[in-house]
């Protein structure tokens, strides 16, 4: 079992970067490929971005491509969501998930993911 912890969340102005974090409670490397989602309220949560377990392959939903990049250190067990250009409609809680490799990946779908954190809080003022 793996526990995420997400941080780097917080308010910004529209058009500014913010970067958040997912840190692992074990080696995630060939063993998790990761995603990020995102549930504004009174919304279902969808989904932000993924990367591959190697980090080779990155995933991004089309409302967030050329804005968004999502990024893992395996090193440090770490999953980075680089955002820029924010808008307003990115405010939402986001959540980082893992889902384990060995399976099929539906990308795109929370249901594949296995380990869920608790959310970080971005909201974007206009």
């Known amino acids: 079992q793996v526990q995420l912890v997400e941080s780097g969340g917080g308010l910004v102005q529209a058009g500014g970067s913010l970067r958040v974090s997912c840190a692992a409670s074990?080696?995630?490397?060939?063993?998790?490929?990761m995603g990020w989602f995102r549930q504004a309220p009174g919304k279902q949560r969808e989904f932000v971005a993924a990367?591959?377990?190697?980090?080779?392959?990155?995933y991004y939903t089309d409302s967030v491509k050329g804005r968004f990049t999502i990024s893992r250190d395996n090193a440090l067990n770490t999953v980075y969501l680089q955002m820029n250009s924010l808008k307003p409609e990115d405010t939402a809680v986001y959540y980082c998930?893992?889902?384990?490799?060995?399976?099929?990946?539906?990308?795109?779908?929370?249901?594949?993911?296995?380990?869920w954190g608790q959310g970080t809080q971005v909201t974007v003022s206009s």
């Open positions: 074990r080696r995630t490397a060939t063993t998790y490929n």
């Open positions: 998930a893992a889902a384990r490799t060995g399976k099929a990946w539906a990308v795109r779908d929370w249901v594949s993911y296995d380990y």
């Open positions: 990367v591959s377990y190697n980090g080779r392959n990155t």
